[in-house]
């Protein structure tokens, strides 16, 4: 993957499992960006490839639930991850959905959050954590009444509030279509068009399935 983001100018973002260890969290990221004066730099180059991947996205898992693992999970990854270089981003993958009630101030969701990104802050990583909300396919996706909360503009602007001068770095990197037909099409085009107005909210968007 990497290989192909670099053939092509992409920017990779790479997900990892929950489950895996702090230090082959480390080891892997010293593989994909370490100097070949290190360990896995060393053998990276032996693969072929001397010159760092300059992976820049580290994705914990695919569409979880916050929960206090899940926030401990980033702090895992964060840590080790930083140890090899730190100026990796650690991308959360976590789903609003249409509920507005979710993720809204006062649930435990909610607090979780804020919880995790004040933790990137205090640690001077505020721009290092990132958020990709996945979000709908369907045609009338783009005039849905809960797209800002769907998309995570309204957990952006909440953050705000919480601490001032930083704001969330959003990724929305999934559109979950689940077909492919005009209608999809269609919906795509209107979903960039309605992403495009939104534009400084957003980081990076891409789209999937």
Not at 41 to 62: F, I, M, T
Not at 136 to 152: A, K, R, T, V, Y
């Amino acid at each position: 993957m990497a290989q192909i983001a670099e053939v092509i100018g992409a920017e990779a973002m790479i997900g990892l499992s929950m489950d895996e260890s702090y230090k082959d969290i480390r080891d892997f990221v010293e593989y994909m960006n370490g100097p070949v004066t290190t360990e896995w730099g060393k053998l990276r180059a032996e693969h072929g490839h001397p010159e760092p991947y300059s992976l820049k996205y580290l994705q914990v898992d695919n569409e979880r639930v916050i929960s206090r693992g899940y926030v401990e999970c980033m702090k895992k990854f964060a840590l080790a991850a930083w140890e090899s270089d730190p100026g990796m981003h650690i991308v959360a993958s976590l789903n609003f959905g249409p509920n507005r009630e979710l993720y809204s101030r006062g649930t435990k969701e909610y607090d979780l959050s804020s919880e995790m990104f004040g933790w990137f802050i205090k640690n001077g990583k505020a721009d290092k954590m990132v958020w990709d909300p996945h979000f709908s396919g369907d045609l009338i996706f783009g005039n849905h009444p809960g797209f800002s909360h769907w998309m995570g503009i309204d957990m952006q602007n909440e953050l705000t509030k919480d601490y001032p001068g930083y704001k969330l770095t959003l990724c929305p990197m999934e559109e979950n279509g689940s077909r492919c037909d005009w209608n999809r099409g269609l919906a795509h085009a209107h979903n960039w068009n309605t992403i495009q107005r939104y534009g400084n909210c957003f980081t990076m968007v891409g789209t999937a399935n």
